[in-house]
């Protein structure tokens, strides 16, 4: 059975980086055209979709937060990571992995997601 | 970008009673070439991930009750639970996944037990 688990620091100061990992178990990330994503849902708010990408480095971006966001996909230790640099208040969020119903390289929905891990950006 | 706005923003309904979510999507979600509807539709319960429940805007998920059901077509969708279940409360969100990302969520609808 896919599992998908998200890793990453619970909290952030402003201005740095943040790090999350998903590390997927159950299933290989690489398949052509599997992209997986990044979700987000910061606390009473709705959920956005911040960034996909498959095994072969093939990666999109929201244009809302292209300039701050980098993902990438390590097959060796089977797992996609984000990075999203200069962080504020306004980057609170859950944040899910995901993995898109079908093999497509666009028009994703997603039927697997991680639990999702809390990151608070205070100081 | 694709703005998908649902409403009630909110919506209370008795247990066994209909509930009915609306989406309108700001351009047609219909790909003429397979007569497919690009939208999804999410459960979301507080301190879990968001289930997938419809996609294709009326296929059902393996697993999900019948009493969920997708409809519409082009701009305007709506999501039914024909006789609400104490299990059902939460937030629902529709996403749309048509053309190129972004692909984007509505702002949410929260259910609640009359």
């Known amino acids: 059975q896919l599992q998908l688990q998200e890793s990453g620091p619970g909290l952030v100061k402003p201005s740095e980086t943040l790090t999350l990992t998903c590390t997927v178990s159950?299933?290989?990330?690489?398949?052509?055209?599997?992209?997986w994503g990044w979700i987000r849902q910061p606390p009473g708010k709705g959920l956005e979709w911040i960034a996909s990408?498959?095994?072969?480095?093939?990666?999109y971006y929201n244009p809302s937060l292209k300039s701050r966001v980098a993902i990438s996909a390590d097959t060796s230790k089977n797992r996609i990571s984000l990075n999203l640099n200069s962080v504020t208040a306004a980057d609170t969020a859950v944040y899910y992995c995901?993995?898109?119903?079908?093999?497509?390289?666009?028009?994703?929905?997603?039927?697997?997601w991680g639990r999702g891990t809390l990151v608070t950006v205070s100081s | 970008d694709i703005v998908m706005t649902q409403s009630p923003d909110s919506l209370a309904v008795s247990l066994g009673e209909r509930a009915t979510i609306n989406c309108k999507s700001s351009?047609?979600?219909?790909?003429?070439?397979?007569?497919?509807?690009?939208i999804a539709w999410y459960q979301k319960r507080p301190g879990q991930p968001p289930k997938l429940l419809i996609y294709?805007?009326?296929t059902r998920d393996s697993g999900v009750p019948d009493r969920f059901s997708g409809s519409g077509s082009g701009t305007d969708f709506t999501l039914t639970i024909s006789s609400l279940q104490t299990e059902d409360v939460g937030v629902y969100y529709c996403?749309?996944?048509?053309?190129?990302?972004?692909?984007?969520f509505g702002q949410g609808t929260k259910l609640e037990i009359k």
């Open positions: 351009q047609s979600l219909l790909y003429s070439h397979n007569n497919k509807n690009y």
């Open positions: 159950g299933g290989s990330i690489s398949s052509r055209n599997q992209y």
């Open positions: 990408i498959n095994y072969e480095g093939d990666a």
């Open positions: 996403q749309h996944y048509y053309d190129s990302p972004p692909y984007t």
């Open positions: 995901a993995r898109p119903k079908f093999t497509s390289a666009t028009n994703w929905f997603f039927d697997v």
């Open positions: 294709w805007a009326s």
